[in-house]
């Protein structure tokens, strides 16, 4: 009788675990961009990374400081982003200017 309990109390926790996989993210967001460029980004809900698409090529970007709006970046390739707007630069087909999402 106690394992039919202590099965069900297992049963029961498992249905209130809240915690996310770390690699989940928002929709990606689509940016079109000057001159018909366009690129994707979804940023991971913890605020930490974004997963930008540009050019054909993918990149993983981490949360850096900045003074006003959001930066991401990994070695060349950076990503700025205030309200609707963007500038994504050293990626493949890039820079990618005067982006908003639409």
């Known amino acids: 009788m106690r394992s039919v309990f202590a099965l069900a ?11 996310m996989p770390e690699d989940a993210t928002d929709a990606p967001m689509a ?14 809900l913890t ?9 054909g090529t993918s990149y993983t970007l981490s949360h850096e400081r900045s003074g006003s709006g959001a930066r991401y970046a990994k070695g060349p ?3 700025s982003t205030k309200g609707d707007q963007a500038l994504l630069t050293g990626a493949t087909g890039g820079p990618y200017r005067d982006c908003r999402t639409g």
């Open 9 to 19: 109390g297992l049963v029961a926790l498992g249905g209130c675990a809240t915690a």
């Open 31 to 44: 940016y079109a961009c000057a001159g018909g460029k366009r690129f994707t980004a979804a940023y991971d």
């Open 47 to 55: 605020g930490d990374k974004a997963r930008v698409s540009a050019g």
């Open 77 to 79: 390739v950076e990503l």
